[in-house]
């Protein structure tokens, strides 16, 4: 059986990482399903989705020039149908923004506005400190 990009097969779950889980394939070959190749949904941790042992389906995306080959489990699921919540309002329908109620961010966009934020945090952080130590070693160096 010839392993290409696009063959969809089955395979056996035989490690788990943080990163994702490696399978192995007819012809004593191994590929790498990455993390974000796993679910439709956000995974945050592997092993609430597989298990070591489990047979799962999954569709070579990719192989790379070390002949690594990239697997997904998501491109042989159906994508989940979009929710109205998720949709973005037409010009015709009216729109009610929710109230702003703090919460855990749901939305991806939500997620994104959280990272952005939490990222010029740190910046700044690093920045102040960068700041501080190159003033302190030019006090030094005269």
């Not at 389906?57 to 042989?76: E, F, H, P």
């Not at 309002?89 to 923004?97: G, V």
């Amino acid at each position: 059986m010839e392993l290409g990009v696009g063959t969809v097969l089955e395979g056996k779950v035989t490690g788990i990482t943080k990163f994702g889980a490696f399978v192995a394939l007819p012809e004593g070959k191994t590929g790498l399903v990455h993390i974000s190749e796993i679910s439709h949904s956000y995974v945050n941790d592997i092993r609430e989705h597989l298990k070591e042992g489990q047979t799962v389906k999954v569709k070579i995306i990719g192989i790379d020039a070390n002949n690594r080959i990239n697997l997904s489990i998501k491109k042989t699921l159906e994508p989940p149908p979009r929710s109205a919540e998720h949709s973005r309002p037409s010009a015709h329908s009216s729109y009610t923004p929710r109230s702003a109620a703090p919460r855990e961010p749901s939305s991806f966009e939500d997620k994104i506005k959280q990272f952005m934020q939490d990222s010029d945090s740190k910046m700044s952080d690093l920045k102040q400190y960068i700041d501080k130590r190159s003033g302190s070693s030019r006090r030094r160096g005269k």
